[in-house]
């Protein structure tokens, strides 16, 4: 006998039951489905944000220490940062970036914009940067010109200037003197600011001269691996590696005497503990240091997406087993009818079991079809106007992700399926307790 003929036959009869069935069943497949997609969206920008903005997922800052008591930022002791990385596995670390800082005002007639950092970069070697910038006005085609910069759209548009147009930087050396250097406006880019402070491109080489740094010197090494799972593991890795080298680290602090300091758009984490050291000092953070804040966020959107979930389970399963009562009450001759022509009482659940996964396949489908629909839908509105920083980290340019969690969505497809064979199980159990005659009766 072909159970699944009879089965399909019998659902596509009673269509208009059958449909709003699987509809009720599609709706709580596409609420859970929609939520993990948006929190892992969520998850998966704020992390590609911040690695982009920061050029990786770990970064080591160098301090060094004056004879006059003064700290500046540099990192001079380059060969115990070479000697360092070699003790990483390399299979870890996809690549490593070499950056420089200042913190100041921009100044174009008249106007200012102050708190400005302007970061200087390798692009010869900074690709993935290179690559991610969303260019909105001009080109990079001079972006090795020392005296070329790509301005932050905030900057830009508070300035009101033009491609082409020279602007003056004005900030403190790395030994704190006053220094000034004019810019040519080559490119804007779309805000990545992060922690209230946007951020404008150089070259790295004419940044490094007006710093006062020497050509080998730089501020920030920042690494990007391949998995971001393995951050906790290649930090521990480098600071053993780098304290067995004879190298320095900051004296650890506790929690309440720990303090952010801006680095422009790097937060580092540094310790008021007076210390003294000769060399460099390596202060190394990552990026979960600064993921800590969003992800308490995006737990919360998953406990609520959570129980959102097992809300509609249960609303699912309820709404299932009484429709599936009240279809068994309406079936009982047809059942009675089946047994007295032959049909074993194991054949005839079978069959009605089947008809159930039938409308609960159909659902879960409708469902997830409807979740890439509405996702698309949802994904191709823009958020530019929003100019809170934490909101823009949560963003893809200006839009929210929806990954396709194939995995997951094969979890909810078994659940809800799993949930529909136990709700028809129950009703048409109970349905076959009758006899034959009290059926057909």
Do not use: C
Not at 83 to 101: F, G, H, M, N, W
Not at 305 to 314: E, K, P, T, W
């Amino acid at each position: 006998m072909n159970y699944f003929k009879i089965a399909n036959r019998n659902v596509t009869r009673q269509k208009r039951r059958s449909n709003m069935l699987a509809i009720s069943i599609a709706f709580g497949t596409l609420i859970i489905i929609l939520l993990q997609s948006l929190t892992s969206g969520l998850v998966a920008n704020t992390e590609k944000s911040i690695t982009t903005a920061m050029g990786g997922h770990i970064y080591i800052r160098g301090d060094e220490l004056l004879e006059s008591g003064k700290i500046v930022s540099k990192i001079s002791d380059v060969d115990i940062l070479q000697e360092a990385l070699t003790s990483v596995d390399p299979s870890l670390i996809k690549d490593y970036q070499k950056r420089s800082e200042a913190n100041g005002t921009l100044i174009f007639y008249g106007k200012t914009v102050s708190r400005s950092a302007v970061v200087g970069v390798d692009w010869n070697h900074e690709v993935t940067l290179y690559n991610d910038l969303n260019i909105i006005e001009g080109s990079l085609e001079e972006i090795a010109d020392p005296q070329s910069i790509v301005l932050s759209q905030e900057a830009y548009e508070e300035l009101e200037a033009g491609i082409g147009d020279k602007i003056i930087f004005n900030f403190q050396t790395v030994t704190g003197q006053e220094n000034v250097e004019e810019y040519t406006i080559i490119a804007v880019a779309e805000s990545n600011s992060s922690f209230g402070i946007s951020s404008s491109y150089v070259s790295i080489v004419g940044l490094n001269k007006a710093l006062g740094l020497e050509e080998n010197e730089f501020q920030t090494l920042n690494i990007e691996l391949f998995n971001g799972n393995n951050i906790n593991k290649v930090q521990n890795t480098l600071e053993t590696s780098i304290e067995d080298l004879g190298g320095t680290l900051p004296l650890p602090v506790s929690e309440e005497d720990s303090a952010m300091s801006s680095f422009g758009m790097m937060a580092m984490f540094t310790s008021d503990v007076e210390q003294e050291w000769t060399g460099t000092r390596f202060t190394i953070t990552n990026l979960n240091d600064f993921l800590d804040v969003v992800l308490q966020v995006i737990n919360i959107i998953n406990l609520v997406s959570f129980v959102i979930f097992l809300i509609m389970i249960l609303i699912t399963m309820l709404g299932l087993v009484n429709t599936f009562r009240l279809i068994m009450n309406e079936r009982v001759l047809e059942i009675g009818t089946m047994r007295a022509m032959g049909m074993q009482r194991k054949d005839v659940q079978k069959l009605l079991n089947l008809e159930g996964i039938i409308v609960a396949f159909r659902g879960v489908l409708y469902g997830i079809a409807a979740e890439l629909v509405l996702s698309r839908i949802i994904s191709l509105f823009t958020f530019n106007e929003i100019r809170n920083p934490a909101m823009q980290l949560l963003l893809k340019n200006g839009h929210i992700s929806f990954p396709i969690e194939i995995l997951y969505t094969l979890f909810v497809a078994a659940i809800v399926m799993g949930i529909s064979l136990f709700a028809v199980s129950q009703p048409v159990r109970k349905a076959l307790k009758k006899s034959v005659a009290d059926e057909l009766r």
